[in-house]
């Protein structure tokens, strides 16, 4: 069963800059899009990046627009979100997901193998 593993999370500072990353072992991800969620404290899930097959980006939230960026890896498998100029309003757990298919569609229920997710706290 896929399921991914997050992880760089941790406890940074306003303005500081984190880099998370996402694996699925046993799993070639080369093929399917990738998406970068987030869900903050007594929020709902929401999603932030995605990055197809080929490598197009497609932008979920305005809030990070300049600050975060979305890679991938294929030759390690890894799909990478970095995250630059870090706001207290980023504090979340961030999951990554795959999507059925090679583009990113919008529509968590279009994505699967939903991790544990890795914990960022933004804070002074």
């Known amino acids: 069963q896929l399921q991914f593993v997050e992880s760089g999370g941790g406890l940074v500072q306003p303005g500081g800059s984190l880099r998370l990353s996402c694996a699925a072992p046993g799993y070639i991800l080369n093929h399917v899009a990738i998406g970068w969620f987030r869900q903050a404290p007594g929020k709902g899930r929401e999603g932030i990046l995605c990055?197809?097959?080929?490598?197009?980006?497609?932008e979920f939230a305005d809030s990070v627009k300049g600050r975060f960026t979305i890679s991938r890896d294929n030759a390690k498998n890894t799909v990478y979100l970095q995250m630059n100029s870090l706001k207290p309003e980023d504090t979340a757990v961030y999951y990554c997901?795959?999507?059925?298919?090679?583009?990113?569609?919008?529509?968590?229920?279009?994505?699967?193998?939903w991790g544990q997710g890795t914990q960022v706290t933004v804070s002074s």
């Open positions: 990055i197809s097959s080929s490598g197009g980006v497609t």
């Open positions: 997901a795959a999507g059925y298919g090679s583009g990113c569609t919008s529509g968590q229920a279009q994505y699967n193998g």
